[in-house]
């Protein structure tokens, strides 16, 4: 471990990445610890009311919407600001991490926006957060390229940044720390410090460029947790003199328990407010968290059985829609997460038409965009907005008033068509195994049966484990799921997988059996992986979120 270095109230132990001093500034460093000094008690104070309404959940009580917020609800006059310049028109964006490589291909891909991504598709090594806030500012300096290791070079093909798609930066969610910079002996929140670089040295630059600096809040579960990121949006704003509601943010709806409060959220970011998100596969994770043991009403079928068609994904997205076009924001469908083999061009057309299919039923649904996870299928969600938008940037003018809200209907899991088979469940232990050994070494974005993964499916993959073994549920084969049955799935799917030298599959293995077949159920899998990854770096415990 390198011997600790404290400057303007910061405490930096990692080791030194190249250039960090680029960003890692004594003023940067001041504005973060402003920033965690002003709101990470109150963090931590939501973190706790997340345990308590899980333990709420646990107990009986169903999420239903606020009493105590319906006049926010049934208050008809009230919008969120108009969209920002480059936010006029989402009608495809590309996610992705922030690694060299694929900064350039997703901002040379067609696309109208790049979610630049902290979060689930990016390991939070002290590495990948460093060189993604200088990949982000050498963009917007005109200085980045990248030249693989057999020679093959990549440059930016926009002349400007208005030529390419907008940049909406998802930092990490509440619940996750930065080990590596602590205030008072304790770590900042990676969400401050992902967003806090990020604004500090762009937003002026930005401004500057005819764009602004935009973000997409994960994990997102209440409206207080959103009116904690505002707070956030208004200091910053003011420390760095930028006329208020400059920032425009984009919230994932990714959790049960945001479902029901998806109006009051945008009320509290209103003049922040950009729209909202379908989070399918981290909403599905939040759905087995919740309710994991909670019977058979909850208990869903093999993971790619569960398809947006299930009525309480389907209630999920329509009222999301309508919420949304009420108030003058954008509506942001889910993720298609096939990546194309080239190769096996039968393959790539059948899965081709069914992202088409996903995509065009988003698109008469209302939604104003949708994401993809991939370059090439960046033409085929644009041919289906295309058809429905026409000239027009968006379709908030439709207002879906055929859609009645219903609280009920979010929670009819027991809709769901689908069975658990084995081999349903050998994949989900296959996915956790792979995904978890790459997140430990430093890439969080894994293509696994032509299929982006990232931390969203690998929860769901462990989470369904662990679900399953404790409802005693039973495979279409008339297998009982057992913790000793799953044990030996492990140890031969573990014995399948191809090794190498300095794999991190041991470690995986271990991470994974924490996660899916322990007693209490870890609320993320990234932190323990987050300890283990930094154990040798940093001796800090891992603040435990709900």
Same mark, same amino acid.
């Given at each position: 471990?390198?011997?600790p @270095?404290?400057?303007?109230?910061?405490?930096l132990i990692?080791?030194?990445?190249r250039?960090?001093?680029?960003?890692?500034?004594?003023?940067?460093?001041?504005?973060?610890?402003?920033?965690?000094?002003?709101?990470d008690a109150?963090?931590?104070?939501l973190?706790?009311?997340?345990?308590?309404?899980?333990?709420q @959940?646990?107990?009986?009580?169903d999420p239903?919407f606020? #009493?105590g917020t319906?006049?926010?609800?049934?208050?008809? =006059?009230w919008r969120v600001a108009?969209p920002?310049?480059g936010l006029?028109?989402r009608?495809?964006?590309?996610?992705? #991490?922030?690694?060299?490589?694929m900064?350039?291909?997703?901002l040379?891909?067609?696309?109208?926006?790049w979610?630049?991504?902290?979060?689930?598709?990016?390991t939070?090594?002290?590495s990948?957060?460093?060189?993604?806030?200088?990949?982000?500012?050498?963009v917007?300096?005109?200085? @980045?390229?990248f030249?693989?290791?057999?020679?093959?070079?990549?440059?930016?093909?926009?002349?400007?940044l208005?030529?390419?798609?907008?940049i909406?930066?998802?930092?990490?969610g509440w619940h996750l #720390?930065?080990?590596n910079?602590?205030?008072g002996?304790?770590?900042?929140a990676?969400?401050?410090?992902?967003?806090?670089?990020?604004?500090f040295?762009n937003?002026?630059?930005l401004?500057?460029?005819?764009?602004?600096?935009y973000?997409?809040?994960?994990?997102t579960?209440?409206?207080?947790?959103a009116?904690l990121w505002?707070?956030?949006?208004v200091?910053?704003?003011d420390l760095?003199d930028i006329?208020?509601?400059?920032?425009r943010?984009t919230v994932?709806?990714?959790t049960?328990?945001?479902a029901?409060?998806?109006?009051e959220?945008?009320?509290?970011?209103?003049d922040h407010a950009?729209?909202l998100?379908?989070?399918?596969?981290?909403?599905? +994770?939040?759905?087995?968290?919740n309710?994991?043991?909670?019977? #058979?009403? +909850?208990?869903?079928p093999?993971r790619?059985?569960?398809?947006?068609?299930?009525?309480f994904?389907?209630s999920?997205?329509?009222?999301?829609?309508?919420a949304?076009?009420?108030?003058?924001?954008?509506?942001?469908?889910?993720?298609?997460?096939?990546?194309?083999?080239?190769?096996?061009p039968?393959?790539n057309?059948i899965?081709?038409?069914k992202?088409?299919?996903?995509?065009?039923?988003?698109?008469?649904?209302?939604?104003?965009g949708?994401w993809?996870?991939?370059?090439d299928l960046?033409p085929v969600?644009?041919?289906v907005f295309?058809?429905v938008?026409?000239?027009?940037?968006?379709q908030r003018?439709?207002?879906r008033?055929?859609?009645?809200?219903?609280?009920?209907?979010l929670?009819n899991v027991?809709?769901? *068509?689908?069975?658990i088979t084995?081999?349903g469940?050998?994949?989900?232990?296959?996915?956790g195994?792979?995904y978890?050994?790459s997140?430990?070494?430093g890439n969080?974005a894994?293509?696994?049966h032509?299929?982006?993964?990232?931390?969203?499916?690998?929860e769901i =993959?462990? =989470?369904? @484990?662990?679900?399953?073994?404790h409802? =005693?549920?039973?495979?279409?084969e008339?297998?009982?799921?057992?913790?000793?049955?799953?044990e030996?799935l492990?140890?031969?799917?573990?014995?399948?997988?191809?090794? +190498?030298?300095d794999?991190?599959? *041991?470690?995986a293995?271990?991470? +994974?059996s924490?996660?899916?077949?322990?007693?209490?159920f870890?609320?993320?899998?990234?932190l323990?992986?987050?300890?283990?990854?930094?154990? *040798?770096?940093?001796?800090?415990?891992?603040?435990?979120a709900?």
């Amino acid at each position: 471990m390198n011997d600790p @270095i404290t400057l303007n109230g910061i405490t930096l132990i990692a080791p030194p990445v190249r250039r960090q001093e680029e960003v890692l500034t004594p003023q940067a460093l001041d504005f973060l610890a402003t920033l965690h000094r002003a709101f990470d008690a109150r963090r931590r104070e939501l973190l706790q009311a997340r345990k308590a309404r899980r333990n709420q @959940i646990a107990r009986g009580a169903d999420p239903r919407f606020l #009493p105590g917020t319906r006049q926010i609800r049934e208050d008809s =006059s009230w919008r969120v600001a108009s969209p920002a310049p480059g936010l006029e028109d989402r009608r495809v964006e590309i996610t992705g #991490p922030v690694d060299r490589k694929m900064t350039i291909n997703a901002l040379n891909s067609g696309a109208k926006v790049w979610l630049a991504d902290f979060e689930d598709s990016s390991t939070p090594t002290w590495s990948n957060v460093v060189n993604g806030q200088l990949n982000l500012r050498d963009v917007l300096d005109r200085k @980045i390229d990248f030249t693989s290791a057999e020679g093959k070079q990549y440059k930016l093909t926009g002349e400007t940044l208005t030529d390419l798609p907008t940049i909406v930066v998802r930092p990490r969610g509440w619940h996750l #720390p930065e080990k590596n910079l602590l205030v008072g002996g304790e770590p900042v929140a990676g969400a401050l410090v992902d967003f806090g670089l990020y604004f500090f040295h762009n937003a002026q630059r930005l401004i500057a460029q005819g764009r602004g600096p935009y973000f997409y809040l994960p994990k997102t579960e209440t409206h207080l947790e959103a009116r904690l990121w505002n707070d956030v949006f208004v200091l910053a704003q003011d420390l760095l003199d930028i006329p208020q509601g400059t920032i425009r943010a984009t919230v994932l709806i990714e959790t049960i328990t945001a479902a029901f409060e998806m109006e009051e959220i945008l009320y509290e970011l209103r003049d922040h407010a950009a729209g909202l998100n379908a989070g399918r596969w981290d909403y599905i +994770f939040s759905v087995i968290k919740n309710f994991r043991n909670r019977g #058979p009403r +909850f208990v869903l079928p093999d993971r790619n059985q569960v398809t947006m068609t299930a009525p309480f994904m389907r209630s999920y997205t329509e009222q999301l829609v309508r919420a949304c076009h009420r108030r003058g924001a954008m509506a942001i469908g889910g993720m298609a997460a096939f990546v194309p083999n080239r190769r096996d061009p039968e393959a790539n057309a059948i899965a081709f038409e069914k992202v088409r299919a996903d995509k065009t039923r988003e698109a008469n649904d209302g939604f104003d965009g949708s994401w993809v996870a991939h370059p090439d299928l960046v033409p085929v969600a644009r041919e289906v907005f295309d058809s429905v938008l026409g000239e027009r940037p968006n379709q908030r003018d439709r207002q879906r008033e055929d859609v009645i809200p219903d609280d009920r209907e979010l929670l009819n899991v027991a809709g769901t *068509e689908g069975r658990i088979t084995e081999a349903g469940l050998r994949n989900n232990i296959e996915v956790g195994l792979r995904y978890i050994e790459s997140w430990l070494r430093g890439n969080g974005a894994v293509a696994i049966h032509n299929l982006m993964e990232d931390a969203a499916t690998a929860e769901i =993959s462990r =989470s369904q @484990i662990w679900q399953w073994i404790h409802q =005693s549920a039973v495979t279409d084969e008339g297998e009982i799921i057992s913790r000793h049955w799953v044990e030996e799935l492990l140890e031969e799917e573990f014995a399948k997988l191809p090794r +190498f030298e300095d794999d991190r599959f *041991e470690d995986a293995r271990e991470i +994974f059996s924490e996660c899916a077949l322990a007693e209490e159920f870890p609320a993320f899998l990234t932190l323990p992986a987050y300890s283990r990854f930094l154990c *040798e770096e940093s001796p800090l415990k891992v603040m435990s979120a709900a």
